[in-house]
């Protein structure tokens, strides 16, 4: 299995208090992604990072912020929490950006919002 | 409105029967994968097609990219209890698209 925690695993917040969720990589791949996954909807990409201090937006980007400070590390904040961002976020990791290169996914951060 | 749309949502079917899951989508893709997803876990990926028409089977699985490389199938032969889970299609453009998922329970 590909090396990807993502902490915490779980989280309760209140409307309005910021949240940071963290995704760890012990794979040295170059590309990070935080996609979202709701009923409905599947998977939908909201940042990515492809190199340390690069990143860019997804489909679903408004109301989260994304920082790569470290290869190994990329985290996900949400400035302003709203209920609309009640969750299940997940990480993912892959060796390259080419569409149809297999990505590997963490076990997710369940994320609610009151 | 999903860009892929998985069909069924929900299949529930007994230990031994054979099923089809499909993927449906009006764009075209340069290929397509599908992946599983078990509760409390991410997803992982099964098989990716990139050829229209190609054809992959994974033991009891088989995979087909359609011949104009808009939709894909899944067909299981004698599923298992160990096939319930979260099945994913992703397909690929300029980044990947996921489609839903078709959830399927095989009762032993």
């Known amino acids: 299995d590909a090396g990807i925690t993502q902490s915490p695993r779980h989280k309760v917040t209140e409307t309005g208090t910021p949240v940071t969720l963290r995704c760890h990589q012990t794979e040295n791949h170059r590309y990070m992604y935080w996609y979202r996954q709701d009923p409905g909807h599947g998977l939908r990409l909201i940042h990515y990072?492809?190199?340390?201090?690069?990143?860019d937006k997804g489909e679903v980007s408004d109301g989260y912020s994304v920082s790569r400070s470290k290869t190994e590390d990329f985290l996900l904040t949400l400035e302003s929490a709203t209920s609309s961002q009640t969750s299940v976020y997940f990480c993912?990791?892959?060796?390259?950006?080419?569409?149809?290169?297999?990505?590997?996914f963490g076990p997710g951060t369940r994320l609610t919002v009151l | 409105t999903q860009l892929l749309e998985q069909s069924p949502q929900f299949l529930s079917i007994q230990e031994g029967e054979n099923l089809t899951v499909y993927c449906n989508s009006s764009?075209?893709?340069?290929?397509l994968q599908w992946y599983r997803q078990e509760p409390g876990e991410g997803p992982v990926l099964l098989v990716t097609v990139v050829t229209g028409g190609e054809v992959k089977k994974l033991k009891r699985l088989t995979f087909q990219f359609g011949d104009a490389r808009k939709d894909s199938s899944l067909h299981i032969t004698a599923a298992q209890p160990g096939d319930t889970g979260l099945y994913l299609c992703?397909?690929?453009?300029?980044?990947?698209?996921f489609g839903a998922g078709t959830r399927l329970t095989v009762k032993p």
């Open positions: 993912a990791i892959s060796e390259s950006r080419v569409p149809g290169d297999e990505q590997f």
């Open positions: 992703a397909g690929a453009r300029h980044d990947m698209r």
């Open positions: 764009s075209v893709f340069s290929s």
């Open positions: 990072s492809y190199g340390v201090k690069d990143t």
